[in-house]
């Protein structure tokens, strides 16, 4: 398809998931790695900032929609790797959304499921029938499933239940989803392409061991150095793949409202921001005439952090912390799915 057409795909995806009614929840979030990149095109400029930060206020704005399409055409035809991985997801999503069921009041479409030879009836009844039937169907399902692995890899409950430890890419059996590997760590930082081009990386901490099992990662970008016209900032990224949501919570990034942050000896100020993850705290330390801006998300047994620094106190400053947070976020639930993948 050529830049339009993609750039309206991939618009048409974004406004779909802010509606909250976006195929990738039916298909287990197969959506948001493609969010994530037109959340990052767009936000490469502050037109497309401000056509992304519409967007979000208000879907249905046929304006914003039209305005970020315009915006992600011009960087689709000037960043050829855009184009390659707006390509895959929007081919990705749209499959997903195709082989979905999509349920949608008392209709049920796309669904490749076999009853076999049963009629059933557009009534009442036959709708409380079928839900029957098809929960039955479900629970042979999983005691047939259930007895298949007993038979094959025998119950090892006592085998395991000395450690609770995990290794990193197996499912999590303390409370989360599966620990990331330090390559889906790596993968789960935002990257230099999906950041403005006024954002500079000026270090990378790798990824660390830490005592209480988690590993982290930190990167740390100058924003508008050297810019004229514009004043110096600082935002670093961390976050902490740990083996627990337990471990998670207790991580140094917590929820907690700190009573100063980074020697600055400040009372936060808590933000009204929406929540992100499982839970997420938006707070703001004033120093002077400068503010920070820390937002914490925990998703399932990972906590990512957006340290935002030297910001002025206006409302742009703050909406611009909260979309890199929810860039961060989109990426690191991909990864979490998935979706996004290590080569």
Known sequence: MDSSELAAAAVTSLVTALAGASA????????TALTALVRGGLARTPRGQTALTALEADPGDTGARTEAETVLVGEIETDADLRTQLSAQV???SRSYRDAVVITGSRVSRSHISLGP?????????????????????AVLVLALYG?????????????SGSSSQEPGHTNGNGGGAV?????????????????????????????????????????????????GKDYKIARFILYACPSEAAARAAPPHMAE?????????????????KLGDESTALAYTESSKRTIVITIREENTVMQLQYKLLSNSKADEDEALARARMAHDRLKSVQAGTLRPW
Request: glycine content about 14%.
């Open 24 to 31: 990738a929840a039916v298909v287990n979030g197969g959506g």
């Open 91 to 93: 081919d990705f999503s």
């Open 118 to 138: 049963l009629t059933v009836n557009n009534t009442a009844g036959a709708r409380v029938l079928a839900g029957v039937v098809v929960v039955l169907a479900v």
């Open 148 to 160: 298949v692995r007993q038979l094959v890899v025998g119950d090892d409950t006592s085998a395991g």
């Open 180 to 228: 990331l590997t330090d390559a889906q760590i790596s993968l789960a930082m935002l990257q230099p392409s999906d950041l403005p081009r006024n954002w500079d990386l000026f270090s990378d901490s790798g990824i660390q061991a830490r005592p209480d099992g988690c590993r982290a990662n930190g990167n740390e970008y100058e924003v508008d150095g050297g810019t004229v």
């Open 258 to 274: 700190w009573s100063g942050f980074d020697g600055e000896g400040t009372t936060p100020t808590k933000l009204g921001l929406p």
